[in-house]
C-alpha cells in the first residue's frame, strides 16, 4: 500500500509518499480502507521531532490519529463490526494511508447527513473535547465555555458541542475573517485578541470552563475570569508549555486546573469515550446541530501542502487528507 512517511525530523518537506506493507488486524481490530484522513497539529509536532515524539523508532513513521473508510477485514474477537461497515476512528498512529488497522472498540459509524469522507474530521476533535471538557471539565447545562482558537478544528466542534448541550459559549480568534465565521455559525461571544484583551471583555462573565491551547500568559489571565470553582483545562501550549500563576488565585477560588493528551491515552480510555459520544453526541449531528466544519482537502500525496497550511494557522476548521 502507499502511506506518507516521516523520512527524518525536519519541516513538511520531510513527509514522503512511500509504498509499505498493508497492516494485518489483530483478534480485536478491524483492517479500514482508508477515504480520508485528517490532519493534526500533533502530527506536526511528530513530524518536528520524531525521537521524542515518534516512540524512538528508527524506521520511518506514518502519521494519522483519525480516519475515514470502509471496513474490509476484521479479526477474529470483533463481534460488533462488519465487512462493509463504513466507520470513522480514532487512531494512534497511521492514518495517512490507504489502509490502517484499528480497535474495534474505536470505531464509530458515520453520522447519518455526514459523507464518508467529511467523516474523517470528526473522531479527534470529538473525543478531545469530551474528554477534556465534559469528562475532566465536567461542564454542566447553563454553565459558561471559553474556548481559545474558536475556529480551530476543536473549537468549531467544542463550541456546537457545548452550546448543542445547553451551555453558554465565548471563544477567542485572530482575525476579522475567523470572527466573523464565528459570528455567522452563533458560536456565543467572540473575541478578536489581537483588538481586545479577553481577560477584560470577560471580567465580569464567570467563566466556569475554559479549554485552552495557547498556554504562556494566557495561563494567569484564565485563572483570573474564571468562576469559583472553574476548571481551566489545557491541551496544548502553543504560545509556551513554561507558565507562571499566582496561587492565590486558584485557592481563593477552589480552582482546578488540569490538563490532557488524548493520544497515550489507554484504550480503555478511548473505548469509554467512543461509548459516550456515540450516546450523546451522534444524534446532534443527525438532527443537524452540529456538523464537521472543512476548509480544505487534499490529495494523500500532497500531505506537506497540507502540512504547511496547518502551520500558518489561516484554515477555520479541518483539513482533510483523501484517499482515492
Known amino acids: 500500500m502507499k502511506a506518507i512517511h516521516i523520512t527524518k525530523s525536519g519541516g513538511p518537506e520531510v513527509l514522503k509518499l512511500e509504498e509499505t506493507p498493508k497492516p494485518k488486524p489483530d483478534k480485536n481490530q478491524v483492517l479500514i480502507k482508508v477515504k480520508a484522513a485528517g490532519v493534526n497539529r500533533s502530527d506536526v509536532v511528530t513530524r518536528k521531532n520524531t525521537k521524542a515524539y515518534g516512540k524512538g523508532s528508527s524506521d520511518a513513521l506514518i502519521p494519522g490519529l483519525e480516519v475515514s473508510g470502509e471496513i474490509i477485514e476484521i479479526g477474529s474477537d470483533v463481534s460488533d463490526k462488519k465487512i462493509g461497515d463504513k466507520v470513522c476512528a480514532l487512531i494512534a498512529s497511521g492514518g495517512y494511508a490507504e489502509y490502517v488497522a484499528v480497535e474495534s472498540s474505536h470505531c464509530l459509524p458515520v453520522p447519518e447527513g455526514i459523507s464518508l469522507t467529511d467523516a474523517a474530521a470528526i473522531p479527534e476533535t470529538v473525543f478531545t473535547v469530551w474528554f477534556n471538557v465534559f469528562q475532566l471539565g465536567n461542564l454542566q447545562p447553563g ?7 474558536g475556529t480551530s478544528g476543536i473549537g468549531t466542534m467544542g463550541l456546537q458541542m457545548a452550546k448543542a448541550l445547553g451551555s453558554k459559549v465565548y471563544t477567542t480568534a485572530g482575525t476579522d475573517k475567523k470572527i466573523d465565521f464565528l459570528n455567522k455559525m452563533d458560536l456565543g461571544k467572540a473575541i478578536n485578541y489581537k483588538k481586545e484583551a479577553f481577560e477584560e471583555v470577560l471580567k465580569d462573565e464567570r467563566i466556569d470552563v475554559i479549554l485552552d491551547m495557547v498556554g504562556g500568559d494566557y495561563t494567569q489571565k484564565n485563572l483570573e475570569i474564571l468562576n469559583k470553582k472553574g476548571r481551566l483545562i489545557n491541551i496544548n501550549g502553543m504560545k509556551s508549555m513554561d507558565v507562571k500563576i499566582n496561587l492565590r488565585t486558584v485557592m481563593s477560588k477552589n480552582l482546578v486546573l488540569t ?16 461509548k459516550e459520544v456515540e450516546k450523546t453526541i451522534w444524534p446532534l449531528f443527525r438532527s443537524e446541530k452540529i456538523h464537521p466544519v472543512i476548509y480544505k482537502k487534499f490529495p494523500l500525496g500532497d500531505a506537506s501542502e ?9 484554515h477555520i476548521g479541518k483539513i482533510l487528507l483523501t484517499v482515492d
Open 306 to 314: 497540507a502540512h504547511k497550511l496547518m502551520e500558518s494557522s489561516a
Open 143 to 149: 454553565e459558561k465555555l471559553l474556548i481559545h482558537g
Open 259 to 274: 490538563g490532557s493528551f488524548l493520544k497515550p491515552q489507554s484504550a480503555a480510555v478511548k473505548t469509554q469515550i467512543a
